[in-house]
Each structure stands twice: as structure tokens, then as C-alpha cells.
């Protein structure tokens, strides 16, 4: 799961979201980073927050995928659901280009 990178909006809470596969329990997801942290830098220079979470259960034929919102100003960028552990992520930024 892909995010912007934010910080939370006030200090009484965090940068959470919620995310429920079929009927199973609600995992929570948290994206906070502390201060100027390595993962900080990461996330702000990639402009992406990632966490990853195991899936148990995928059926033939129809699963539903729920997000809920535990704080606010988190922006969900994608998901990406990979069923094949050597596929890599769908796509990535292009690479930066200039005008000489």
C-alpha cells in the first residue's frame, strides 16, 4: 500500500488507515515516521510512503478489499496486490529527464 508521505496533522494522533481483506479482521497500517528519520528522508525524496501486509485468504473468484480511515490527512496514493512474490511493483516514477 502506497501513500503520500505527511506527517500527522496534530500530536495527539498518528497516520493510520485501516485495511480489511474479505471478512478478516481489520489490520491497522501505520505510516508515521519520527522526526527527521531515515525512513522520513526516503519517503519525502521517493514521494511515497509504503507498508506492506500479508494477505491470508484469496479466493477464486470474487474478494473485496476495504480501507477505512482511522486519521485524518492520510492520502492514499495505490495498492498493488501481488500474487507472484517475484513480480516486481506495477510501475515506478520515471527516471529524470532534462533539456540541455
Known sequence: ???????????KQGVRVGVQWNNEPIQIIDFTTFGRSE???????SNK??????????????????IYMVDAGVALDYFYINLNKNNPVPYSILSETFQQ
Open 1 to 11: 500500500m502506497y501513500t503520500l508521505p505527511t506527517l500527522p496533522i496534530t500530536n
Open 39 to 45: 525512513e522520513w528522508k526516503q519517503n519525502v525524496l
Open 49 to 66: 510512503a509504503s507498508k506492506k501486509i500479508a494477505l491470508k485468504s484469496i479466493i477464486k473468484g470474487t474478494n473485496k478489499l476495504k
